[in-house]
């Protein structure tokens, strides 16, 4: 199954979508204008109901098949990053500070394309779900679509999803079946110690040097606390403090992220933070409050679903082009909570080299949109049959 003839007629007014797109990012759940786009095309393509105002900007679109069968869910994710573009395109970012530096333009056109495909033909017997998701990068609505109960509500099955690679080769899909990315937790602590004259240290109770002596402990959550064999992160990324040479301040603020791959971890390193952090503070006579705040959960594929996704995969682009193997990464994503709830995959579709996620001259490559399309479009006719 190469790429779908009827998909490949209609290449260029994917790449007009993607670019359009592309110039009106818009930041979380404020995905206004994308969503309206969104919704234009869809009414256009004919399919047969189109929800919005879900998770604040998000859309369902429901496409019905010949006859019955599950109901089999596709997500995008539309909102972009707060970066400022550096591509130089002519259809760059017209929103200063706002770029589509992950390829979510991309994934919206995919799926769009999926839905003009199957709108037209109707070549499957069930219900395909099409997943418009808004703050995927910041503020988790795949979180907020799930707690308001649109799997249920539409009574989809299974899901997918895919992401643009900028690591791989155009046309390749990289997926496994397990644990794909980490949770992403993050912790903030507030030490509270005394002001002092820096000539008198021992007239206060110094909060830099309790955050230093916390950062080691922290750090040593990774070297001595887990195994060996975790694979796990644990960054502290801020430490401030003071306001001059001369003075010893009251507080001290230390954030930071963590990182896993297994709820089991999670939850251990969860738990050993607000001892780390009494104990510190304690021994110096301070106290300090911690924020432990529990992000995306890890994302999880399922065995089966993800053999069959690369099945597809494979029949589409040739078993060359296909990693079912790949090891987990460390970064994290919010497909997680429709995986924590309904068996599915989430894949990585290759679109060749180039500057990498989240940098502000990434672009995502237009060639790349009929392949993905085409998969979504064939996984659909491959799992929901037409009985002749």
């Known amino acids: 199954m190469p790429i779908t003839n009827r998909i490949a007629e209609f290449a260029e007014d994917m790449k007009t979508w993607r670019r359009y797109l592309h110039q009106i990012p818009e930041l979380s759940f404020d995905t206004v204008q994308t969503a309206a786009f969104v919704a234009e095309r869809l009414a256009e393509f004919g399919v047969d109901e189109i929800h919005t105002g879900i998770a604040k900007n998000g859309i369902i679109a429901i496409i019905r098949g010949q006859g019955d069968g599950p109901v089999i869910g596709l997500r995008a994710d539309m909102d972009a990053l707060p970066i400022e573009e550096e591509t130089g395109a002519e259809y760059a970012s017209g929103n200063p500070g706002k770029m589509h530096a992950c390829g979510h333009d991309g994934h919206t056109t995919m799926l769009l394309g999926a ?27 795949g979180q907020v679509m799930v707690n308001e109960g649109v799997l249920e509500r539409f009574s989809i099955s299974e899901v997918y999803a895919l992401h643009t690679a900028p690591d791989f080769s155009l046309g390749s899909f990289i997926t496994n079946p397990g644990t794909i990315m980490a949770s992403d937790d993050t912790f903030h602590i ?58 010893i301040p009251d507080t001290a603020f230390v954030g930071g992220t963590v ?127 037409v009985r002749r």
């Open 115 to 141: 839905a003009r495909y199957l709108a037209e033909t109707r070549n499957f017997a069930g219900t395909v779900a099409l997943i418009f998701q808004p703050a995927e990068e910041n503020g988790g609505g």
């Open 190 to 247: 507030t030490i509270h110690g005394r002001g002092a004259h820096a000539a008198s240290p021992n007239e206060g109770i110094d909060p830099i040097a309790i955050g230093a002596q916390m950062v080691g402990a922290i750090n040593a959550i990774k070297s001595r606390m887990l195994s060996g064999l975790d694979d796990t992160v644990v960054s502290i990324t801020q430490f401030h403090s003071g306001s001059a040479d001369n003075i």
């Open 259 to 385: 990182r896993t791959l297994s709820v089991e971890t999670r939850k251990k390193i969860a738990d050993l933070f607000p001892r780390l952090v009494e104990g510190c503070a304690m021994s110096f006579g301070a106290t300090a409050t911690l924020n432990y705040i529990a992000g995306y959960p890890p994302t999880v594929n399922d065995r089966a679903k993800t053999a069959f996704a690369v099945d597809v995969a494979r029949r589409l682009v040739g078993d060359q082009q296909v990693i079912d193997d790949t090891p987990p990464e460390l970064g994290a994503e919010d497909f997680s909570y429709f995986l924590e709830k309904r068996p599915g995959s989430y894949l990585y579709l290759g679109q060749g080299k180039g500057p990498g996620l989240h940098h502000p001259k990434f672009d995502f490559n237009d060639e790349a949109a009929p392949i993905g399309a085409s998969f979504f479009a064939q996984l659909i006719e491959t799992a929901l049959p």
